[in-house]
């Protein structure tokens, strides 16, 4: 069974610093991956996708992937309030096939004014 | 473009009755995924499914739970029987084919006194 793992938090910082938040997962053969956000009582939301090694970048959020070193990480660059919430990285269960995501318990970020 | 719709977004339920929960996917997406996210833990895969047929329903447990996502109309999460441990919030997911971003409702959740 593949296995997740995020570090559950808290992580806080202060408002315009980075925010690292880091997944591994116990395959190599993994493809694709996920990282949502999922603010108390809400639903997941996407925040990216990554596919390849390397970075990826949208706006103030990187996404970083290293497959042979098997973990995948969230930078928030300039960190405000508002991107307090519990971030979950999920990977499917079968390489090339995305319909069984297995997901992390989520990292739990607190950004202070 | 409407989201994904949940409905109802909060049921409270006595042992014992049954639960149904109701999951319009966005429009035009045919792939439908159910979850259940149990307090203080992760997100769970429970089914996926196409209009009219069950593709994955490993996650699904073999009694009292049911899925089905006709022809017309929603996609439904059927629980029987509801005990206290079914109380989690449950979210439905949708996308326009395997492989592609799922997207997640507003989630229902489920209290059972």
């Known amino acids: 069974q593949k296995e997740v793992e995020q570090n559950s938090g808290p992580l806080s910082v202060p408002e315009g610093a980075i925010a690292s938040l880091n997944c591994t997962y116990s395959?190599?053969?993994?493809?694709?991956f996920f990282w949502y956000r999922q603010y108390s009582g809400k639903s997941p939301e996407l925040i990216m996708s990554?596919?390849s090694n390397g970075d990826k970048e949208d706006g103030r959020f990187t996404a970083q992937l290293n497959k042979a070193s098997q973990y995948v990480s969230l930078l928030i660059r300039d960190s405000q309030p508002s991107d307090s919430a519990t971030y979950l990285c999920a990977v499917p269960e079968k390489a090339g096939n995305n319909r069984k995501l297995i997901w992390g318990l989520g990292t739990s970020l607190a950004v202070n004014p | 473009n409407a989201g994904v719709m949940q409905n109802p977004r909060h049921l409270v339920r006595r042992r014992g009755q049954e639960a149904r929960l109701r999951c319009s996917p966005m429009k035009g997406h045919s792939h439908v995924y159910w979850y259940r996210q149990l307090p203080e833990e992760g997100l769970k895969f429970m089914v996926y499914l196409q209009k009219e047929n069950i593709i994955d329903e490993s996650g699904m447990p073999k009694e009292r739970f049911s899925a089905e996502f006709p022809k017309e109309g929603p996609s439904i999460l059927r629980i029987q029987q509801v005990v206290r441990g079914d109380s989690a919030a449950y979210f439905c997911a949708s996308s326009p084919s395997v492989g592609e971003t799922q997207y997640f409702g507003p989630g229902t959740r489920l209290l059972v006194l």
């Open positions: 395959d190599r053969v993994s493809q694709s």
């Open positions: 990554i596919y």
